[in-house]
């Protein structure tokens, strides 16, 4: 890393992690190669690059843009009141007001936001995005596994890597909390330059579709770029599948940075099959997967509640895979991690290592045992086709044994409601039995979100239970299973919260769901000794 950052040890900050300036900074310097309109005032010696006024401490840069569901020109008092040294804005209107009550300050208007904030940021923390190479995953579903895959798979052969996704960030090991699976320009650049510093040398990201509308990751180039699948789901946000589309084939299409070097893509997919169209146009070599198509499918398989084994076939020979994960979308996910892996530079042996070296990922089929004859599964499964591909899973394990499939899911408020009659269909489908409850229901009553799913669920003949209390409705679930069972906890998977109108209470689906069994009399037999 630059001599210019150093890490802070100073309080009262939000940021994933706090520098300064151990040689100070010139604001012309700053500017470099950023596109501007208007600019007034002296240069200056700048503290930090910061777009939330509550962060602002004397001498930073505010960046003042206007989002999705807010405009930072709203704050640009604020941050001026906390010491900002200069301002950059994309509001005319917020520039020429500026030189009314702020005579003295430094201000730039520019045209777009966001590609200004990813420009300065990238110039403040001495560009870390081009000493990383980046793989990115996006996707509705599968984004979490396979970017924890591919980590796994880089660790194995003692890459250092940063990952940035939707349940954790790691810097070299280090495990950090993670505010947004995709975060501002600002905060990744922060995060790189974090990873920098500790000797890595291989990003790992998540890349959401809000982030790649939003412009988030403009300017920062992925050498591999990964599509895992496209489902109905923030359609709230998007309005249809098309603009969905739209956004996700931005990290593909060239035009919020140079194109991959290599895309990553699922071939048995529709949206696949037109991104790789537009992925080869574009200039990138594509690497096909699927479990019957592609360039690297799946033979042989062999698949347990307690992992699975296949054949992976490459244009290059087969490897055999042995994993803890199971299920037909985590084959998909390996597929297209494994390829990832081979498009880094690791031999095929060091793939299949990776592959093994991974126990699970948190809430992600992830198992509560507490010695019950029944199986319990935590999954985040909360679109219409994961939970199909959940149920129908858990329909293949039990066949053998005779059980039921349980299922309890809820939908999230403040979100898609189309999707909720089609969320209980999903469910109703494969299930025995169902146990309607909350998922996250933000602003809105709970029993008005239960009621938009039933439609569907009814539809099934299923029977089935409506639980708005969901600790109670995963007692409920747990009670009536029965030896041979498994009962499927879905659509919270790794969270620790349960966000409600008066805010978040912790709730962690896992840990509620083993007192409950404890409550029903399961000790893990290991309490016994």
């Known amino acids: 890393m630059s001599s210019r950052l150093q890490r802070s040890e100073g309080k009262g900050t939000n940021s994933l992690l706090s520098f300064r300036i151990a040689f100070p900074m010139r604001f012309d310097e700053l500017l470099s190669g950023v596109d501007f309109v208007l600019r007034r005032g002296e240069d200056l010696e700048i503290s930090g690059v910061e777009y939330d006024s509550r962060r602002v401490r004397p001498g930073s840069v505010f960046v003042a843009m206007k989002g999705g569901t807010t405009d930072g020109n709203q704050y640009l008092k604020k941050a001026i009141a906390a010491g900002a040294g200069a301002v950059v804005t994309d509001s005319s209107e917020a520039f020429d007001h500026l030189e009314i009550y702020a005579s003295d300050l430094a201000v730039v208007e520019v045209a777009y936001g966001r590609p200004a904030l990813e420009a300065l940021s990238a110039n403040f923390f001495d560009h870390p995005e081009k000493k990383l190479a980046l793989s990115g995953v996006t996707g509705t579903n599968g984004k979490t596994t396979t970017a924890f895959l591919l980590d796994a798979m880089l660790n194995t052969v003692g890459r250092k890597t ?10 070299a090991g280090e495990v950090r909390p993670s505010p947004h ?6 905060d990744l650049l922060e995060l790189f330059a974090a990873g920098v510093e ?8 998540e890349v959401s579709s809000h982030a790649l509308k939003q412009g988030r990751v403009f300017g920062i180039r992925f050498d591999v770029a990964i599509f895992t699948n496209l489902t109905r ?20 299409d060239g035009s919020q940075a140079a194109v991959p070097r290599v895309a990553v893509i699922n071939a048995e997919d529709p949206y696949g099959v037109r991104l790789t169209e537009i992925a080869r146009a574009a200039g990138s070599q594509v690497f096909a997967y699927g479990v019957r198509q592609g360039d690297f499918r799946a033979g042989d ?39 990832a892996g081979l498009a880094r530079g690791l031999m095929p042996q060091q793939v299949a ?12 089929f992830q198992t509560v045992d507490q010695g019950q004859p029944f199986t319990v599964v935590v999954d985040y499964a909360h679109t219409d086709d994961a939970l199909r591909n959940l149920t129908a899973l858990a329909r293949e394990f039990v066949e053998a044994s005779g059980g039921r499939v349980i299922t309890l899911f809820g939908c999230g408020g403040d979100r898609d409601r189309t999707k909720r009659p089609l969320m209980g269909l999903a469910a109703g489908e494969a299930s025995d039995l169902v146990v309607l409850t909350s998922d996250n229901p933000r602003s809105e009553e709970p029993s008005a979100i239960l009621e938009d799913v039933m439609p569907g669920l009814k539809q099934t003949g299923v029977k089935f239970l409506a639980e708005p209390d969901r600790a109670r409705a995963i007692y409920l ?7 041979g069972d498994i009962v499927l906890l879905a659509g919270k998977g790794h969270e620790k919260v349960q966000v409600l109108a008066g805010g978040a209470v912790p709730f962690e689906d896992a ?13 893990p037999e290991a309490a016994h000794r």
Do not use: W
């Open 233 to 252: 789901d923030h359609l709230d946000y998007h309005r249809n599948m098309e603009n969905y589309f739209a956004a996700k084939a931005r990290l593909f």
């Open 353 to 364: 290592e990776g592959a093994r070296a991974l126990a699970c990922v948190p809430g992600r």
């Open 477 to 483: 679930a747990l009670s009536a299973a029965t030896a």
């Open 198 to 205: 500790a000797g890595t040398t291989e990003a790992v990201m």
């Open 181 to 186: 699976t995709t975060p501002e320009s600002r």
């Open 301 to 339: 398989l062999l698949m347990t509640p307690n992992g699975m084994s296949f054949n992976m076939q490459t244009p290059s020979g087969n490897i055999p895979i042995r994993t803890r994960l199971t299920g037909r979308v985590n084959v998909q996910n390996l597929l297209a991690a494994a390829a």
């Open 511 to 523: 840990a509620v769901a083993a007192q409950v069994l404890v409550e029903l009399g399961y000790i």
């Open 162 to 171: 940063v990952l940035v996704g939707t349940i954790e960030y790691h810097v």
